[in-house]
């Protein structure tokens, strides 16, 4: 089966600053999706940036970025430029090709500090 | 751009009631998923329908059933309630072969409604 791992519960960033957040996986599979969703106070579950396995490139969304390795089933996210907006928790997830669930990390709660 | 439209949005019940939740996916969207997320959890995917049929399955009680009407709208019905039945349960619906894109190739994905909170009491 597979799982998703976000070993950080919570970090704090100073606005105007970069943070990774930090997210392995562990699948059999050789193609898949994996995704990052922002969930902010509000509960909304907005999808932030997508990766699919078979691509080489890191996704890149804005100031939002990822480093994809596929190899170490690394997946983390980058957000430069942090702004007060981006307070949320972000899960980490992943999606097989085959079926249509989507498995989800246990979340890292993001703070940004002014 | 319409979205994932779900109903009620806060519901409370008692212990061994019966509730129904209500999913509309965006127009022309025929899949629809339903996760549930308990309080400090991460959502966990229950059932998905596609063309009205189950497509899906995952940890979904036997308590708790689901259909997709003619009209791709569905219904979560949880019967026999209990305290730990209270979550923010997501519905998300897809267009099967929505193309993101020249170079994404084929991928469906899932647009998530704002969710039903429900509190059992």
């Known amino acids: 089966a597979q799982t998703v791992t976000q070993s950080q519960p919570e970090m704090s960033v100073q606005e105007a600053e970069t943070v990774t957040l930090s997210c392995t996986y562990d699948?059999?599979?050789?193609?898949?999706?994996l995704f990052w969703y922002k969930q902010p106070p509000s509960r909304q579950m907005i999808l932030v940036i997508r990766?699919?396995?078979?691509?080489?490139q890191n996704a890149t969304e804005n100031r939002f970025s990822v480093n994809f390795q596929k190899a170490a089933k690394s997946f983390s996210l980058k957000i430069s430029d942090s702004q007060l907006g981006d307070a949320a928790m972000y899960f980490c997830a992943y999606r097989s090709t085959r079926d249509d669930k989507i498995i989800f990390g246990k979340g890292t709660r993001l703070h940004i500090l002014p | 751009a319409a979205g994932v439209i779900q109903s009620p949005r806060h519901l409370i019940k008692e212990k061994r009631e019966t509730a129904t939740l209500k999913c509309y996916p965006i127009p022309r969207h025929d899949t629809v998923y339903w996760y549930q997320q308990g309080p400090g959890q991460d959502p966990q995917f229950l059932i998905s329908f596609y063309e009205k049929m189950q497509s899906d399955k995952g940890s979904i009680p036997d308590r708790f059933s689901a259909q997709q009407f003619s009209d791709y709208h569905s219904e979560l019905n949880m019967s026999s309630l209990e305290l730990g039945d209270s979550a923010l349960y997501f519905c998300?619906?897809?267009?099967?072969?929505?193309?993101?894109?020249?170079?994404?190739?084929?991928?469906?994905?899932?647009?998530f409604g704002p969710g039903t909170r429900l509190t059992v009491l």
């Open positions: 699948t059999s599979e050789s193609d898949y999706y």
């Open positions: 998300a619906s897809s267009d099967t072969y929505t193309l993101l894109g020249a170079d994404t190739g084929s991928y469906n994905e899932q647009f």
């Open positions: 990766q699919e396995a078979y691509k080489q």
